[in-house]
């Protein structure tokens, strides 16, 4: 059974940075492409960035290219977000999934599945 769990965030003031962890276990395979979303109150989940295990290739929505850069370290199974350059905006739960259907370049939440509890960034103006 995969579980994941996310940690790191907490809070921070406009133009600060964040690292965000997501430790997978369970079984994540080398083939597996996995995800950060964030959800803000009264908001629909909104896909961040994704990683392919097996390659690290990446892509970014629009409004943290740039910014943030998300990695794995295949050693401890373990994804990353870097997050510079915080914004008000970027004030959301963000937790992490692994992509269980649809394909690579996905941004759609219902693709993916073993979502995290989620860790609360906080962006203070």
């Known amino acids: 059974q995969v579980q994941l769990v996310e940690s790191g965030g907490g809070l921070v003031q406009a133009g600060g940075s964040l690292r965000l962890s997501c430790a997978a276990s369970?079984?994540?395979?080398?083939?597996?492409?996995m995800g950060w979303f964030r959800q803000a109150p009264g908001k629909e989940r909104e896909f961040v960035a994704a990683?392919?295990?097996?390659?690290?290739?990446?892509y970014y929505s629009d409004s943290v290219k740039g910014r943030f850069t998300i990695s794995r370290d295949n050693a401890k199974n373990t994804m990353y977000l870097q997050m510079n350059s915080l914004r008000p905006e970027d004030t959301a739960v963000y937790l992490c999934?692994?992509?269980?259907?649809?394909?690579?370049?996905?941004?759609?939440?219902?693709?993916?599945?073993?979502w995290g509890q989620g860790t609360q960034v906080t962006v203070s103006s």
């Open positions: 999934a692994v992509r269980t259907k649809g394909s690579w370049g996905s941004i759609l939440p219902t693709d993916y599945a073993h």
């Open positions: 990683i392919r295990w097996s390659s690290g290739s990446t």
């Open positions: 369970g079984g994540i395979f080398s083939w597996s492409d």
